[in-house]
């Protein structure tokens, strides 16, 4: 079985012409004698635009209603993918999330991917050459309508790749994977490999390369993922085990993470079942905490917080209804910072790299409000204004 999963993210299906251009490479691969499932997400900036819209609406719109909405736009690009394919004769069928079998469950507009029919797949390759899914959508055990979350249709395609046991490829509008982003430091070096374990870090820490979701699923079934620009011949870069990489770097890369907000939270008590509350919340709403500091003592309770700032109206929310029963309760939401996260699978085995990286940004006046490390990486919290000068110093004090 010759058969490959690829994904085309908005960007690269952006415009008719560009879905033409893809309509063409996909038919020289199966004259190859190629099996393709090609996973596509919506075009440009249309989920952007219809989240627009719904806000001009209403600010608190129905998770369900808004699924139904936003699974429109991918479904838009599979069908225009599939028309220009059978015009050039080749054998194409688009299919929905449903259709696909791609079975969820978990929140309307975060759900997780339970179970994939890849049967279906078989059955359809005897009739098609290529598959066209829609990225980032699934159902739910009601028959509902779900989506994936940021970033879902890479995880649409390495969950498919999985399914069927065969490689991913996943194409966007830069050539791999970088030490950094390059548009923050010009002369960050692209990777030709990086770890599953590296990948994931960089991912979560704010590298917008891949989401972190997709990188677990390929690491739990040894999926090699391929990353590289659309219709490019610059080489990519291979996410793969560590088992097949022969060298280790202290440090691969470094990322910067815009889209957090800082939360501060002050009670006159040091009560702990206000905390309990708050974290039972927290679960409830599927909300995902980061870099946790407690300050408890007989003066009262302070705890501060990252997260991601897609979910302030929900820790809104949240904080509207713990102060209900704790009218006492005073809470801060800033935007202000950043996170800057140096990452290397060769932090395990080499000492030194914590000093050098507190010593780069003491020496050159970037205080760090908030530190987590990992067997894998270090982050610090700055202020948003030192975000970038930290990465670019970070990656000439490591090579990078």
Known sequence: MNRKVLKFGGTSVSSLEKIKDIARYLKDRVEQGEELVVVVSAMGKT???????????????????????LTTGEQQT?????????????????LTGYQAGIETVGHHLKSKIS????????????????????????????????????????TTAVALA???????????????????DPRIYASAKRLKVVSYEEMMEMSALGSGVLVSRSVEIAKNYNIPIYLGKTLSEEKGTWVMSTMEMLEKKAITGVALDRDMI???????ENNIQLLDELFINLEQEEVNVDMISQIANNEGLQLSFTMK??????IQKIFSRLKENYPGL???????????????????????VASKVFRTLIESDIPFYQVTTSEISISYVVDAFNGERAVQLLCERFEL
């Open 47 to 69: 989920t952007d635009e219809l989240l627009a819209q719904v806000s001009s609406i209403t600010s608190s719109p129905n998770e369900q209603d808004l699924a139904v909405l």
């Open 330 to 352: 005073y809470f801060k939401i800033e935007n202000r910072f950043v996170k800057v996260s140096v990452i290397g699978s060769g932090m395990r085995d080499m000492t030194g």
């Open 78 to 94: 599979i069908s225009y993918l599939s028309i220009i394919l059978n015009d050039l004769g080749v054998k194409s069928k688009p």
């Open 262 to 268: 800082h939360v501060t939270l002050n009670y006159p």
């Open 115 to 154: 179970k994939i029919n890849a049967k279906l797949f078989d059955e359809l390759f005897g009739t098609y050459n290529v598959l066209i899914v829609a990225g980032f959508q699934g159902f739910n055990t009601d028959n509902e309508i779900t989506t994936l979350g940021r970033g879902g249709s890479d």
């Open 309 to 314: 700032d897609t979910e302030e109206h929900q």
């Open 162 to 180: 999985a399914a069927q046991q065969c490689p991913c490829e996943i194409y966007t509008d830069v050539a791999g994977v970088y030490s950094t």
